[in-house]
């Protein structure tokens, strides 16, 4: 009989991740969880010695020096409390379904951004204000957690209906809270459905403070010289001004999964299940004309039923239900 599996590829995959970032804490968390499931197999053994070695670490931890280096949380307080939302995403480009263009030029942004005192010295400056466009659900505010991931930085989400203020000159007052922020508090800032800010200034129902509001914002982008990532995203491109685009270092555009994404999609949100039985040519046919996130959570739907029902085999039916439902 063959040994039993003792980690699962996702226990590798972020054992792996949490030693590049050197994340101790977690590195530690999911070696216990390993000796956990070790025991569990049977192997009573390996699950002592890991266990053994994770004590280890801990007490050599808990001696070391006080000086080491520790990086602060980001922590909005104040009038910015109200205006970003600060987390620490552990999503990395992997996690994502993208096409190969896509993937090429965030891949590009990370190398740049890892490498940008080099490029500096030579005069050059890395990409790092991003302009991501495409339809709901396509993974543009997912890429924003992604690149936040890979480059270990907080993800600051700009709230936008704290940001928005009803007197004149007070939101590009705030406006510029944010942009200073940028500079003391590097990080991964993203601006979400960016058409509430950055509209047509030639617009038929445009009013002067919505003007005043997009010439601040393109006056703080292009003067902005932080360590931050801007990150502006939108479903609606046509409705944005063309003074912005050029003040973006990469216009970003995503699409509905084709067939050839659609199904890595599926096997990813569903690996913890049994898909041998799924006709794929039934289920990807339900796929068109659905976003990311619509996809994601029919496999969702299809989960639950398979759960509720006490079986851990996904049946076609279900899923090409769940789909079909997403696109009614």
Not at 59 to 78: K, N, V, Y
Not at 123 to 142: F, H, Y
């Amino acid at each position: 009989m063959a040994r039993t599996q003792l980690a699962t590829a996702a226990q590798l995959k972020a054992l792996l991740e949490s030693y590049t970032e050197r994340d101790q804490g977690r590195f530690l968390s999911i070696a216990t969880q390993i000796a956990a499931h070790a025991a569990q197999a049977g192997d009573q053994q390996l699950a002592e010695d890991l266990r053994n070695l994770v004590t280890e670490a801990k007490r050599r931890e808990s001696g070391a020096s006080a000086d080491a280096t520790i990086i602060p949380m980001a922590r909005p307080t104040g009038e910015l409390a109200g205006l970003v939302a600060a987390s620490y995403p552990r999503t990395r480009l992997s996690d994502m379904v993208l096409t190969p263009r896509v993937a090429g030029r965030l891949k590009r942004v990370i190398r740049e951004y890892r490498n940008a005192e080099h490029l500096e010295a030579k005069g050059l400056q890395a990409r790092r204000k991003l302009l991501l466009v495409g339809p709901p659900g396509c993974g543009k505010s997912m890429t924003a957690a992604a690149l936040a991931g890979e480059l270990g930085r907080p993800l600051l989400q700009v709230q936008l209906h704290a940001l928005i203020a009803k007197f004149m000159g007070e939101t590009a007052a705030k406006l510029h809270l944010v942009f200073q922020a940028m500079e003391r508090a590097p990080g991964v800032y993203l601006f979400d459905e960016f058409d509430a800010l950055g509209g047509n200034r030639g617009a038929d129902n445009d009013v002067g403070e919505a003007r005043r509001i997009l010439n601040s914002f393109l006056i703080f982008l292009e003067q902005d010289t932080s360590r931050s990532m801007i990150i502006a995203a939108t479903n609606v491109p046509q409705m944005l001004d063309r003074a912005l685009f050029r003040r973006f270092d990469d216009v970003i555009e995503y699409t509905y999964p084709d067939r050839s994404m659609s199904g890595p999609l599926i096997r990813n949100r569903l690996a913890a299940f049994d898909l041998s039985a799924l006709i794929w040519r039934r289920v990807l046919s339900a796929c068109a004309k659905l976003s990311h996130g619509e996809i994601v959570r029919a496999c969702e739907d299809a989960a639950k039923e398979a759960v509720l029902g006490g079986k851990d085999k996904i049946m076609t039916s279900t899923l090409v239900h769940a789909l079909q439902a997403r696109s009614s």
